[in-house]
């Protein structure tokens, strides 16, 4: 039998399986939060929005809360280091559907610490509670936090912060095992979230390099956390967190899709991002994601620098086509997912727990 983990409470709504797609910027769009939602997530999060920039209600900004989704409950992700631009912009996300509000302490880009966002906010901790305060203040939504163990090793203050956000009203912590300093190197310290859980009588949720079925079990015995919270397992892999769900709730890691399901996933997946952001920057925006979906598969880095230079939607759409009618003609049944991770071949340019943010919100949040 599996160990289903045991529902959370999140204000007024209740996350029957709390296993969560985290935050990535460029990756965590509509398009690919309806697959996941749809495969079965606990809870999905958009990409981090910039405060200042969903105030000024710029086009990207706006793009990234899609209240036509259906997604459900939507977490939406907001940095910023105003407490009352970040509670005004609380406010326009809730207007604009969002069911929760996550307020970011972890990203540790330097563009938005610079800023004296993100994970910059934990070496302030009295503006960090200010903010805090000022969002669950603003909204009548529920308020969760993600933030990191700390500014760097000589400051993992993450356990005395999660104390201050109880305080303030905020309803879930996720912590991701690094500091800041860390960046997105050495591995994420799982034993350490258990001192956040210890220190909150609120939901705590563990993040970092959740890839696997084993990560799932290790981290959640190591934390002792409530759920799992997983970025980079779920590139090229819409479903897995819906597996996690089912591993945890029978204890035999589910089947992957097979492979003819498999193309038919990148093909409507591709669509969907060429209708949400029209042809011509949905060419190269789905590249990354057909990368990711190839991984394991036999002859896969010929066939993504061969797909990453055609330049018509159409085309590429017949090349996929083509590929994968080429692996089953020659048998292929699945791929081999035992390597770790994803390699920068794969076109993975984003670890996991989604604190990186691209161009336009870093700087809209410096």
């Known amino acids: 039998?599996?160990?289903?983990?045991?529902?959370?409470?999140?204000?007024?709504i209740t996350i029957e399986d709390p296993v969560i797609l985290a935050p990535m910027s460029g990756v965590t769009d509509t398009p690919f939060r309806r697959l996941v939602k749809r495969a079965g997530a606990g809870l999905v999060v958009s990409e981090m929005i910039a405060s200042q920039a969903m105030i000024r209600a710029t086009r990207e900004s706006e793009k990234k809360i899609d209240p036509d989704a259906q997604e459900g409950v939507l977490s939406v992700q907001l940095a910023g280091c105003e407490p009352e631009v970040m509670a005004e912009a609380a406010k326009l996300c809730v207007d604009r559907g969002a069911s929760i509000i996550d307020i970011n302490f972890g990203c540790p880009v330097k563009k938005v610490v610079n800023g004296y966002a993100g994970s910059a906010l934990m070496k302030d901790e009295p503006l960090a509670g200010r903010i805090l305060d000022a969002v669950v203040k603003a909204v009548p939504v529920p308020v969760t936090l993600k933030m990191r163990k700390g500014w760097d090793e000589r400051n993992l203050n993450a356990p005395r912060l999660a104390k201050i956000a109880e305080e303030c009203g905020i309803r879930l912590i996720t912590v991701h095992g690094r500091t800041r300093n860390q960046m997105y190197n050495g591995t994420a310290d799982w034993a350490f979230i258990r001192q956040v859980k210890d220190a909150v009588s609120l939901p705590v949720i563990a993040n970092g390099d959740i890839v696997d079925f084993p990560d799932?079990?290790?981290c959640l015995e190591e934390s002792g956390a409530d759920g799992v919270m997983i970025g980079r397992g779920t590139y090229g892999r819409p479903w897995f967190i819906n597996q996690v769900i089912q591993m945890l709730r029978t204890g035999a890691a589910p089947?992957?899709?097979?492979?003819?399901?498999?193309?038919?996933?990148?093909?409507?997946?591709?669509?969907?991002?060429?209708?949400?952001?029209?042809?011509?920057?949905?060419?190269?925006?789905?590249?990354?994601?057909?990368?990711?979906?190839?991984?394991?598969?036999?002859?896969?880095?010929?066939?993504?620098?061969?797909?990453?230079?055609?330049?018509?939607?159409?085309?590429?759409?017949?090349?996929?086509?083509?590929?994968?009618?080429?692996?089953?003609?020659?048998?292929?049944?699945?791929?081999?997912?035992?390597?770790?991770?994803?390699t920068a071949e794969a076109g993975c340019d984003v670890e996991d727990g989604g604190d990186d943010v691209t161009a336009g919100d870093k700087k809209a949040a410096a």
């Open 255 to 342: 089947a992957e899709p097979t492979l003819v399901e498999q193309r038919d996933l990148v093909l409507e997946h591709y669509d969907a991002i060429l209708e949400h952001y029209g042809t011509e920057a949905g060419l190269k925006i789905g590249r990354k994601h057909i990368a990711w979906y190839s991984k394991g598969l036999p002859g896969s880095a010929e066939y993504r620098a061969k797909v990453n230079t055609i330049e018509k939607a159409d085309l590429v759409q017949d090349f996929v086509r083509g590929w994968y009618q080429d692996l089953l003609d020659r048998g292929i049944v699945g791929r081999d997912l035992s390597g770790r991770g994803l």
């Open 1 to 12: 039998m599996g160990s289903k983990l045991a529902p959370i409470q999140v204000g007024p």
């Open 216 to 218: 799932v079990t290790r």
